[in-house]
């Protein structure tokens, strides 16, 4: 009994959390923001299922996500036109159905190679989609998109689905579902078998698989929640918009998943969370918000390849055995210096933009970290040069101090974990 | 019994350059056979004709009467046939079980199933921790293969090999780079594991060649000069000349 | 009808060296390094705002020589503090470091100079008629850019092959790691590879500048084409991607001259279904066609036109 409890507790937590959400945050758009971050945590999931899985890099994953709510979003106009009574929940299915569809005649094409020609592919099969767009303008909508009124479908068990709450509790369904789909679907041969093609591709043919049919199926799958995320996105907000399924879009859930963490199954599901915060958030504060997504993204590639999820199962060992408190006086140390740097970083950039766009006469008074500073003046200037400059020079004394902790921990796990072990024969 | 592997004048080029120049084989069922020979005779490509990794000039190659070349290797290996690799060629971030496991299941049918959960499925378990007792590394069950040792790496590189119950074994110098003592062990791991297939080796050492072999045949630039017992080809003034050298006595 | 013709060969043919000048970087750098650098088209697009900025306070001809060697010096850069702490960690780490690049200069170049066009133009000692054909005049611009694109080629093949870094460079395309045994510094080598290739596609950016539009998303449309360009011709040859550009540049520039809509191409026989589809014309589908292009060669041919390497 105590095994399926161990297993169940996480889902439980998860639901719960799903559950209670809302009533923590409840004004209109934080329910908002949490049902774009559920959408996105299916989208981000479904891209992992490509890179972190089965090793394939996508550039052009949005067109499923964006063909996969298209579809959702004609198919919702169509059945308030003809009158049929198909309840809104449903219609996230028919997103995911299109995502299939798309995902097999794609799949097709893309799923013969694999490594940088597959990368290649999928950047050329989105630019193929993106660029159609404005040619099948009926299907599309032009530049206006195409829009719909997720109220005017049949209600289930009495709900319309107007309000913003209940929309949220829809997408946390369906995330709730999706995640444990995609979670089950590792768990099986055909799951494992995606890990050892990531592994090694060419070793898989010798023990009996098809590489390019493993491929195949990944990709299905993959367009299919994919397609769900769309079709969720499309009662979401209403309208479909050909941006949706171009590559920014794409560059967007490679953003998430990289930076929450493609080794890990959560890794995607925190990067979701993270980068649709930021992106809300981050878009009103400041006019250089992308290019900060840009440095976040290198930043991870150079330091941090594991990504959040990487980083904090780094600590998991550590936590584990209470050894933690070693890496504290280190982490303590090497903290302010690090949060010099950026906040000297940030100064500096924000005076830049600032001081470009006067440039081009928006004038150059700005509000920075809540204080009010002239761009065109030379203080807040070398401030952020002095800020940036001593707390990168400080990080780099003070890095040793980390690492050197991070080796008498590893040590002390070490032994630990070797008592721990059966005497070998 | 019946012939388990055969080759029937087999050509292969790279560009102009031939590489194989009709090479002609039959291997019998449950036989152990040595492939020596020097450098740069073929004996890596040959192996790849068979496993399907390149497709034959011209020629043929049979398995169990059936032909295999110009099949992928997935369809090779689905027909019973088997190989390792000179240059270990497994999964380096999986574990030994993980590793093991990928080997076992396509031949216990459970292909491309995407419904049933891999902790569930007794027959998948029993067979990956037998493997993992023949091959003697079931203390290693959870260690990550990147990090064994090369000698454990190399038998579970003959585990993930055998993983699938295949009939024909081929083994590509599954001794390199082995000191003696583990180059015993190794020797005893193969005839264990085996016992009652046809076994196809590629290998250097003559120690395990001449303990190892049923018969030889030896691969010097493409062609194969002599298919014999050990004894017999110990003795023969052919291979003696290209190969092991008239200074090697009996 | 044969002005179309001859106009529109004239074009494509330039169009092609272009994207050849981009191409052919990019696979010295691929073949050499086994990095596709994501930030290639970026570095066009740097070269061009690079040439706007100079030419703005020193003239046209010294924005010629100085912007290819500053995006030159940037390349190197790049490669050394960051393509070279990742070459340890795989090619995918390599992909998505220069995915990153890409957006950050595209974001960087908006700051500076705005998400409007600049004023690029043709300096007025380029800016004549070359020729007149049918009443049609050619740009003798153009011309200049087609010098530019051959002398560019002939230079490369003659350091290629006659040069002892040339010979060096080839050796390093295929065994970097016997090169190296040579006793050849090949980290630095390809520090100068790669800041010889991003040289190249600044000094492609600096004389498109003012024949296409300069503005930020120059990188973004260009990008993909390119991409499209070295698959299609076969990752790692040469020889594919020159006669990929070209095939890719004449369709293009035929499609985009060709302002018919297929519903006069195919008259009577166009069935009624996909209304909007057929009022399409060529033109509008010009953009899709390197796609296409992609799409069908990869479906009959999968290692490209003249493919030989196995990534």
């Known amino acids: ?425 | 019994m019946g012939v388990a592997l055969a080759l029937v004048d087999l050509y292969k080029s790279f560009a102009l350059t031939q590489i194989i120049r009709g090479v002609s084989l039959e291997i019998a069922a449950g036989e152990r056979h040595a492939i020596i020979g020097p450098n740069g005779a073929g004996k890596s490509t040959l192996f790849h004709l068979i496993s399907g990794r390149l497709a034959p000039t011209s020629g043929e190659v049979r398995l169990n009467c059936e032909r295999i070349d110009g099949l992928p290797p997935y369809e090779i290996y689905r027909r019973g046939l088997s190989r390792s690799f000179q240059i270990t060629n497994i999964f380096p971030r999986m574990s030994v079980y993980e590793n093991l496991r990928c080997a076992t299941l396509w031949s216990l049918g459970h292909k491309y199933a995407f419904w049933t959960p891999l902790d569930r499925l007794r027959d998948v378990r029993e067979r990956t921790d037998w493997l993992m007792e023949r091959i003697g590394l079931t203390a290693r069950r959870d260690v990550q293969a990147a990090v064994l040792t090369y000698a454990e790496q190399r038998a579970l590189e003959i585990g993930v090999t055998i993983g699938g119950g295949a009939s024909v074994v081929m083994l590509d110098e599954p001794t390199a780079g082995m000191n003696a003592g583990e180059s015993q062990q190794a020797v005893a791991l193969i005839r264990q594991v085996t016992e009652g297939k046809t076994l196809v080796i590629v290998e250097h050492d003559m120690d395990v060649v001449f303990n190892l072999a049923d018969r030889i045949s030896v691969l010097v630039y493409g062609r194969i000069i002599a298919t014999d017992t050990p004894a017999r080809i110990r003795e023969n003034d052919e291979v003696r000349e290209a190969y092991l050298g008239q200074a090697s006595g009996a | 009808m044969l002005q179309i013709v001859v106009f529109s060969t004239l074009n494509g043919v330039l169009y092609g060296m272009l994207l050849f000048m981009l191409a052919s970087g990019l696979t010295l750098v691929f073949s050499m390094m086994g990095v596709l650098n994501f930030a290639h088209a970026s570095f066009y697009m740097l070269g061009a705002y690079l040439g706007f900025e100079i030419s703005r306070h020193l003239g046209f001809w010294s924005g010629f020589i100085i912007a290819p060697l500053c995006v030159g010096g940037i390349g190197a850069l790049v490669e050394r503090f960051g393509l070279r702490q990742l070459h340890r960690l795989g090619h995918v780490s390599e992909l998505l470091f220069t995915f990153g690049l890409a957006f950050v200069i595209e974001e960087v170049v908006q700051m500076i100079w705005g998400k409007l066009p600049v004023d690029y133009n043709v300096p007025p000692s380029l800016d004549f008629v070359a020729f007149r054909l049918f009443d049609t005049t050619y740009p003798a611009y153009r011309m200049f850019m087609l010098l530019t694109a051959v002398t560019m080629f002939a230079v490369l093949l003659i350091v290629l092959t006659r040069t002892r870094i040339g010979l060096i460079i080839q050796a390093a395309l295929t065994h970097p790691d016997m090169v190296a045994m040579l006793g050849h510094n090949v980290p630095r080598l390809f520090m100068v590879v790669f800041g010889a290739g991003s040289a190249l596609a600044g000094l492609a950016g600096v004389i498109a500048g003012p024949a296409l539009v300069t503005q930020p998303s120059m990188a973004a449309l260009l990008g993909p084409i390119l991409f499209v360009v070295i698959v299609v011709g076969g990752l790692g040859s040469l020889t594919g991607a020159f006669v990929a550009s070209l095939i890719i540049g004449l369709v293009q520039t035929f499609a985009v001259a060709l302002n018919i809509s297929f519903s006069e191409l195919f008259g009577p026989i166009a069935p009624p279904l996909f209304g909007d589809l057929w009022q399409v014309t060529i033109a509008q589908v010009a953009p899709v066609i390197p796609y296409l292009l992609l799409v069908t060669v990869l479906i009959f041919r999968p290692t490209g036109l003249i493919g030989k390497r196995e990534t």
């Open chain 1, 1 to 425: 009994m105590t095994s399926s409890l161990r297993f169940l507790w996480p889902w439980l937590a998860l639901a719960m959390l799903f559950a209670g959400a809302p009533q923590i945050h409840t004004s209109g758009s934080a329910l908002t923001m949490m049902s774009v971050m559920g959408e996105m945590i299916i989208f981000a999931l479904s891209f992992n299922m490509l890179l972190g899985q089965t090793g394939l890099l996508s550039f052009g994953h949005a067109v499923y996500f964006g063909l996969g709510g298209f579809v959702a979003i004609h198919a919702m106009n169509a059945f308030i036109r003809a009158k049929v009574g198909v309840p809104v929940v449903v219609i996230p299915l028919v997103g995911g159905a299109a995502g299939l569809g798309f995902g097999f005649l794609f799949g097709l094409i893309s799923t013969k190679r694999a490594g940088l020609v597959f990368s290649m592919i999928s950047l050329g099969l989105g630019e193929l989609v993106s660029s159609s767009s404005f040619i099948l303008r009926s299907f599309f909508g032009g530049e206006e998109g195409i829009t719909t009124n997720r109220t005017k479908l049949a209600p289930f068990f009495g709900h319309k689905f107007g309000s913003q709450i209940e929309v949220y509790y829809l997408v946390a369904v369906w995330c709730f579902f999706c995640i444990a789909a995609m979670y089950a679907l590792t768990r099986t041969p055909f799951g494992r078998m995606c890990n050892a093609v990531r592994e090694n591709g060419e070793r898989v043919e010798y023990v009996g698989y098809s590489a390019q049919t493993i491929r195949f199926i990944a990709f299905s799958f993959s367009a299919f929640f994919a397609g769900i995320a769309g079709g969720l996105t499309a009662v979401n907000f209403e309208i479909m918009n050909a941006q949706q399924l171009g590559a920014q879009q794409s560059g967007v859930v490679l953003l998430m998943s990289y930076i929450g963490g493609i080794g890990y199954f959560a890794g995607p599901i925190l990067g979701a969370i993270v980068i649709t915060f930021l992106q809300i958030t981050l878009s009103d504060v400041t006019n250089a918000w992308q290019l900060y997504f840009g440095l976040l993204f290198i930043g991870f590639v150079l330091f941090a390849p594991g990504g959040l999820a990487g980083w904090l199962m780094l600590h998991r060992d550590a936590a584990l055995n209470r050894e933690l408190w070693r890496l504290a006086p280190a982490y303590g140390m090497v903290a302010p210096a690090l949060a010099a740097s950026f906040a000297g970083a940030v100064m500096l950039i924000e005076l830049a933009e600032r001081q470009l766009a006067l440039a081009r006469s928006e004038g150059s008074a700005m509000r920075l970290f809540g204080f009010e500073v002239d761009a065109a003046s030379m203080g807040p200037w070398l401030i952020g040069l002095v800020l940036f400059c001593s707390g990168v020079g400080l990080t780099w004394l003070i890095w040793p101090k980390v690492t050197g902790a991070w080796g008498v921990v590893n040590v002390r796990l070490r032994a630990r974990s070797q008592a721990w072990a059966s005497p070998s024969r």
